[in-house]
């Protein structure tokens, strides 16, 4: 069974990196394993906080934060992240912790990595090694030379643009006819009406009670659930790192209300609980 670890260089893509994090997850490659675990390379002093973001927004996948800690003001620590970061793949993957390796950086340093897996697994032909490497669209952020050496299949570009908030829609001008003077009158664009999607994760919480049999239980268990009686809903056509995040947001708190308990919320992936509890209370949904 494939087991897979996205090794992310936080410290090389800087204020973009939580974007590229949700964008890689979201344009993952079928034709590769999706990551079990990720480890976040960061300053030493924000690991804490990336601690709570992780855990916030990766509930099914385990996240492990590796802080690099600064020796000197006059030398950027990249190099310290980059080392760091290699040495965990190889030993992961030599160890047989992990079977495939993905990584996260517009970094070319990492062609060393590629050359050593290469090496140290001869098992593998030169078009099958369980490897990718993810780079952003950011322009002129990585060499080109990686296109040029790297076969293409063990690199994949991926866009976070389509996370960004789009601007304002600019105001429509529009001419009255003159009363006392001809004055044009500003009228803006109206605004989209705010979707109120409570009442479909209410009677989506209420199928999975009704479905799950009494005992444990994982979110990607529901997705089946979800997929079939709400095809129309817009998590139904999710992967299941964005189905997860959206099962942790939205309709774990209607379970939990409901009485499914999550007897270990630290452990991951989180297993849940269907109880009789919430067997019996499912018509208050």
């Known amino acids: 069974m494939p087991i897979t670890t996205l090794y992310v260089d936080v ?3 800087t204020e973009f ?3 590229a994090i949700v964008a890689t997850l979201e344009q993952w490659p079928a034709d590769f394993p999706k990551p079990d675990n990720m480890r976040f390379y960061v300053r030493a002093d924000q690991t804490r906080l990336w601690h709570f973001w992780a855990d916030h927004m990766f509930p099914e996948i385990k996240v492990s934060i590796n ?18 970061l290699v040495l965990d793949a190889i030993s992961d993957l030599l160890t047989h ?6 990584i996260l950086s517009d970094d070319s340093d990492y062609v060393a990595l590629f050359s ?17 490497w993810f780079l952003t669209d950011r322009p002129d952020t990585h060499s080109r030379a990686l296109n040029d050496f790297l076969p293409a299949r063990y690199l994949r570009t991926i866009s976070y643009t389509e996370n960004k908030v789009a601007a304002p829609a600019p105001a429509v ?8 003077h001809h004055i044009p009158v500003m009228i803006p664009r109206e605004k989209p009406p705010i979707l109120n999607r409570q009442p479909e994760y209410e009677a989506i919480a209420k199928a999975i009670i009704q479905r799950i049999p009494v005992g444990p239980f994982r ?9 079939n009686q709400f095809p129309n809903n817009h998590i139904s056509k999710s992967d299941n790192a964005t189905f997860g995040n959206q099962f942790a947001k939205n309709i774990w708190p209607l379970l939990e209300k409901a009485g499914v308990r999550l007897p270990n919320p630290d452990k991951k992936p989180r297993k849940y609980e269907m109880t009789e509890e919430a067997k019996k209370t499912v018509t208050a949904l």
């Open 97 to 102: 912790r992990v079977t495939h390796i993905a």
């Open 116 to 132: 050593a897996i290469k090496q140290e697994l001869p098992q593998y032909s030169s078009n099958d090694l369980p490897f990718m």
């Open 173 to 180: 001008i529009v001419e009255k006819p003159p009363i006392m």
């Open 11 to 13: 410290e090389n893509l």
């Open 67 to 84: 802080g690099i800690q600064r020796y000197g003001y006059g030398v950027i620590s990249k190099n310290l992240a980059d080392m760091a």
């Open 219 to 227: 979110s990607n268990d529901c997705m089946k659930i979800v997929r």
């Open 17 to 19: 990196a939580k974007k």
